[in-house]
């Protein structure tokens, strides 16, 4: 819980107003009553440690039902909470969690052979299935396979009162017992706060997400809550809670994934920031020494579905740009304030706690993946279903997840016979740990991926060829590898993967001749790596996934090194991981840092929200703002005058719902005043609407990365040198 908003004098202090369990010294004191303007911080977090970890056992005795109810109570060693955790909001964030919950049980499954032969075949028929079963080898035969077997525990929100529903009654909820097995997935029941959505509006989901996150889990009826809030936010970095890999799934373009998700992820963050300050004495640590409050990194990642910018000339709703368009520039104004912004540099406890950003990253997954995709597998645009892609766009998110997952696996996430069945030497793996990702991935950040069979197998029917070898030597092209990794999205026929990069740098056409010409020079990067995407990137992570048995050369490696050089030039960090037996397939992922927010798609939707919301009249419906923007950006000095010129003070949120923004207020005001009965905890609306302060610091962020590059090492030598030389001094 934060500060509150107060109109007492400066001089006093409840002991209630602090997060912490010990009073600050007083220096922190004076800077906790002064917080910058605006602070609008109130979450609720569970102070008292006893109930915190009474709460997380109860939630781990309904996640490992089976493994409590069979152990001897006398000698019970608690099951440690997954690594990770899928936290899906809004309709289309749970529906991709879903799905990833669903594949990972069906995996599991197929391993352990509790399919009947039915239900296999009617598998067979789901293209994501057939990606899985034959990504991970799920086939009969007495050989044991190796298997993706990690569990995260999913997290599934809306303020949709019937999202259990929808999810029980869908295919995946009525076939296999699935909602009733799969005991890791949890339903966040938040429809005693808001029953109804957002009705597409992203700043009513963040005032309801604001409502459930500031109200004092003891007084929600839904007594699940409690126990969910305490993994959530109160635990996160504790002994206690293992888990130490977040993903906020949702969508952008719509109104409560894309409110909600930054408002949680803020007050997780709000209270993992708050326990760097939390000095505890050894006397009150004394019971709960071997379990509490031992502190560890997290990584959390919003994983952002972008919406279409353009469809074959179909207009998009404008709605959903502008939506996506407010997420990016309040994601990038809290970042900016979170990494560059040091102006007022300061220490203290207040100043920290007011510049946090909701996730460590934020993926960018465009929409537009399965539109590519389509068009390169010959198929007829204007009749796509639009369920069937959905169903591709989050196989696709799927696939990314799961390699982030088993890059940073730790060997408690497996099942506990996995290594032994599979003939795997842990050793061998080369991991990334929470901290490496922390350390590596900041900011936007955009993926890469491909992937191939081993070299020697038989192609499936049908298909003349394996792409990705090379058809004179049987071995792994990795030149076509990486190609296919930074292609435009597309279908792979044999591996049944979605490939392509998860955001275009450019507009399609241009970037496809550009990869034409690629290609033809040879993998000459001279014109690709001009492009701001590339050019601009500050750091990459490599994840390189292999089958068991198969023996990555070091002249491959280097290849991909080499590769990766020449199109990032100017990368300050670059990491790498190895991961051996989670597939039976060669798979390249590349996450690409900070950069993305330069691409046209991202560039195009922050104009379209700062023109809808915040332009006045003059500049709403001309260029001169898009022109304006983009001067913003490339100019060596940036003229902030000209911004408070060219906007309104406030966004204005009537743009967007086109109704009686000031009939719609205070029917929400009023729901927050009944549910939470303090008026020094309440917030008006008003306050979380972003400024024009938001748009200039997502500017000076755009401006930061726009500048991004480095110096090449040079040798400093006390020898003189012809490139160092000095004259000598005079005598």
């Not at 899985?132 to 050989?143: A, E, N, T, Y």
């Amino acid at each position: 819980m934060a500060t509150k908003k107060t109109s007492r004098p400066t001089d006093v202090l409840d002991q209630d107003d602090l997060i912490t369990l010990d009073a600050p010294p007083a220096a922190e004191v004076i800077n906790l009553l002064t917080p910058p303007q605006n602070s609008s911080y109130m979450y609720f977090t569970e102070r008292d440690l006893d109930r915190i970890l009474y709460n997380l056992d109860t939630l781990r005795s309904s996640v490992y039902p089976h493994i409590l109810k069979d152990e001897d109570p006398n000698n019970q060693k608690q099951p440690q909470f997954p690594s990770v955790c899928l936290i899906g909001l809004g309709r289309c964030g749970s529906n991709i969690a879903l799905d990833v919950a669903s594949l990972v049980y069906n995996a599991r499954n197929f391993y352990l052979n509790e399919f009947n032969s039915e239900e296999k075949e009617v598998r067979e028929q789901d293209k994501p299935m057939r990606w899985i079963k034959r990504s991970l080898h799920l086939k009969g035969g007495h050989h044991l396979k190796p298997v993706f077997l990690i569990e995260p525990l999913v997290m599934l929100g809306d303020l949709d009162k019937d999202i259990e529903g929808r999810i029980r009654f869908s295919h995946k909820g009525e076939r296999s017992g699935f909602l009733k097995d799969y005991t890791k997935m949890k339903i966040m029941d938040l429809s005693e706060v808001h029953a109804g959505g957002s009705g597409n509006a992203p700043i009513l989901g963040q005032y309801l997400a604001k409502i459930i996150l500031n109200k004092d889990t003891q007084r929600f009826s839904n007594p699940d809550w409690k126990h969910v809030h305490s993994y959530l936010i109160d635990s996160c970095g504790i002994k206690a809670n293992q888990s130490r890999l977040y993903f906020y799934i949702f969508s952008a373009g719509g109104g409560t994934g894309s409110g909600m998700a930054s408002e949680f992820g803020l007050a997780q963050q709000y209270a993992y920031m708050s326990k760097t300050f939390d000095v505890r004495s050894e006397a009150a640590n004394a019971e709960n020494r071997g379990h509490s409050f031992v502190f560890e990194p997290i990584f959390t990642s919003g994983i952002c579905i972008l919406p279409n910018i353009s469809d074959h000339g179909v207009e998009m709703s404008e709605a959903l740009h502008i939506n996506a368009g407010r997420l990016l520039c309040k994601y990038l104004s809290e970042e900016w304030d979170f990494s560059y912004n040091f102006d007022n540099e300061d220490s203290s406890e207040a100043s920290v706690m007011h510049r946090i950003r909701p996730w460590n990253a934020m993926m960018l997954i465009s929409n537009d993946i399965m539109r590519y995709a389509e068009a390169t597998d010959d198929g007829n645009i204007p009749h796509i279903d639009v369920n069937a892609m959905e169903k591709y766009a989050n196989q696709y998110i799927s696939q990314q997840i799961f390699n982030i997952l088993t890059a940073q696996a730790v060997t408690t996430d497996y099942d506990e016979n996995y290594f032994r069945r599979a003939g795997i030497d842990i050793g061998e793996t080369i991991r990334l740990d929470a901290n490496d990702l922390f350390m590596s991935l900041a900011g936007p950040v955009a993926v890469a991926y491909a992937e191939s069979v081993i070299p020697n197998a038989t192609p499936p029917q049908g298909v003349d060829k394996l792409r990705g070898m090379d058809p004179k030597k049987s071995e792994l092209n990795i030149d076509d590898l990486f190609y296919r990794s930074i292609d435009l999205p597309h279908f792979n026929k044999v591996t049944q993967a979605i490939e392509g990069i998860s955001l275009l740098p450019i507009e399609s056409g241009r970037y496809r001749e550009s990869l034409a010409r690629y290609l033809q020079k040879g993998y000459d990067a001279e014109e690709l790596k001009n492009l701001h995407f590339f050019k601009n990137c500050s750091s990459i992570v490599s994840i390189i996934s292999l089958p068991k048995d198969y023996k990555l050369s070091y002249m491959d490696l280097n290849k991909l090194k080499s590769h990766l050089n020449s199109l990032f030039p100017n990368t300050t960090l670059k990491r790498y991981a190895l991961v051996i037996g989670a597939s039976a397939n060669i798979s390249l992922t590349t996450l690409i840092v900070k950069s993305p927010c330069l691409s046209d798609d991202f560039l195009t939707l922050i104009v379209a929200f700062i023109k809808r919301c915040f332009a006045k009249d003059p500049y709403r419906f001309d260029e001169q703002l898009d022109a304006a923007m983009l001067e913003f950006i490339r100019s060596d000095e940036f003229d902030e005058k000209l911004v408070d010129k060219m906007l309104n003070e406030y966004e204005n949120p009537a743009k967007i719902l086109d109704t009686n923004w000031y009939a719609i207020k205070p029917m929400y005001e009023k729901k927050y005043r009944e549910l939470i009965n303090d008026s020094e905890k309440f917030c008006s609306i008003n306050d979380i609407r972003l400024s024009r302060d938001s748009v200039k610091k997502a500017i000076k962020y755009l401006r930061e990365i726009y500048r991004h590059k480095i110096s090449k090492t040079r040798i400093v030598s006390l020898n003189a040198t012809p490139a160092l030389s000095l004259d000598k001094p005079k005598t």
